[in-house]
Each structure stands twice: as C-alpha cells, then as structure tokens.
C-alpha cells in the first residue's frame, strides 16, 4: 500500500523532482516533479483504474504490483521553487531514455541534451524563411526509435481540414529542420492504413516522398524561427493562418 508524506514534511519539500524505478530490474521509467503527495499519486491512480486500457506509465506500475513487488521511487531535488523544478525534471528526462513520460521537458526540444556540435549548428543556422505551406513537426523522443520518415509520418493530432492544406512537411529536431516531405495522402491512424503500427485513435498520419533537393535545400539544416518554436506538450506548428 502507498504511504504518504507527513503534513510537516510536505512544508519542507516544497517543489521537488522525482523518479519511479521498477525494482525488478532496477529501471527508471518515469521522470516527474510535483509537490505535495504527487510522488505518490500514479499509484493511487493506478489502483483506483478499473480500466484495461490505460497509459504506459500505469501499466507498468500494474505489473509491479501484480509480480508482488512495490514501485521505488528517488527524490533527486526538493526545496525548490516551480521554474527551477521545471529545469531539473526536463534534465532528468533527458538523461532517462525510454521513459513512459508522454510529454517531454519544460524546452527540451530547444535546449535539451546535444553534443557540442549540435549546439554551434543549433545557434549559427539561419532561420527558415516559409514560402510554402509546411506543417513543422517536432521529433525529438521518437527520432531516435524510428527512421526519420516513420517518426515524422506518424500519428499526430492535427485538424483534418487544414492538414489537408500541407503543402510539405518538416520534421525538426533540437530547434533544426533536418527532412522536408510532400505528402500525398493523409490517413487515419490505424493500423490497418500504417502495417506494423499502433491504431491511434483520433490521430492522423501521412503517405509522402522526400520533397525535390531544391525545396529541400530552403528549408533542411535551417533554423525554426522564434515565432514557430514549439510548446513543450505541443509537437505541432503550421506556417499559415
């Protein structure tokens, strides 16, 4: 059964960071900050889930408990005020891959774990001039799973009507285009219409080709300029209105 912290405690942790370990192998499998009793809540959550299909994160703790262990858990930061705790967890996500987090770290996209060479390319690139209707897509976390082709094609939440607009696609990684695509048709995400991949309820993804060398020489190796940076929980922009 979870345990809680006592009320004194809590004045003291303040905001903090977090990580939960399946103690069957000693993983880290996910990466949060919160105050309070937060580090305790996803267990709390997980057994008031009378849900078979539930997140990632949930079912993991699912199977520790059902192998008979408990999750442990890490508090790497406490005192903290909310902006410090943001950069601490976002640091933390980068250095734990594979993690069950849905969401990335507070910027980590543009100021996230890179080589010292990423980063010159990063701050010396020009930024891209949009002459074309590109819907700009974010892949940082599933770049380094899949081909760039497969992490960009698939399955975002996109209005159905204006993606149908898309002029190209361009997948961008650490705040730099690094693919520009022309899609063809957009689908929905199942697996019936994408073999070998997840059905995805209520997203979409593409069928495309490269874009021809000359689109692409505008756009990959540019920078993504400042008014289309992207959120941290949105992977999505469109260079139109």
């Given amino acids: 059964m979870f345990e809680l912290f006592p009320s004194e405690v809590v004045e003291k942790l303040r905001n903090y960071v977090y990580r939960l370990i399946d103690p069957r192998n000693g993983e880290t499998f996910y990466v949060g900050r919160g105050a309070g009793n937060r580090l305790y809540a996803h267990i709390r959550d997980e ?66 774990a890179m080589h010292a060479m990423e980063i010159v390319r990063e701050y010396l690139a020009k930024p891209a001039v949009f002459t074309h209707k590109a819907l700009l897509i974010s892949v940082n976390r599933s770049a380094s799973e899949r081909p760039l082709y497969e992490a ?34 957009w689908l929905e995400a199942t697996s019936l219409n994408f073999p070998g991949r997840a059905d995805r309820p209520g997203r979409v993804g593409f069928i495309g080709k490269e874009a021809p060398i000359e689109v692409q020489n505008l756009y990959v190796g540019r920078r993504i300029p400042d008014e289309f940076r992207f959120g941290t929980a949105n992977p999505i922009r469109y260079t139109w209105k």
């Fill in 152 to 185: 960009t094609r698939y399955a975002w939440k996109l209005s159905k009507k204006k993606v149908k607009e898309a002029e190209l696609v361009l997948a961008s990684e650490k705040g730099i285009i690094r693919a520009a695509y022309i899609p063809e048709k």
């Fill in 47 to 112: 057994l008031g889930s009378e849900k078979d299909e539930v997140s990632d994160k949930l079912r993991r703790i699912r199977e520790i408990r059902i192998a008979g262990f408990e999750v442990a858990h890490v508090v790497h930061r406490h005192g903290m005020d909310v902006a410090t705790a943001k950069e601490v967890e976002a640091a933390l996500i980068d250095a734990y891959p594979g993690l069950t987090n849905v969401v990335g770290g507070e910027n980590s996209g543009e100021r996230g």
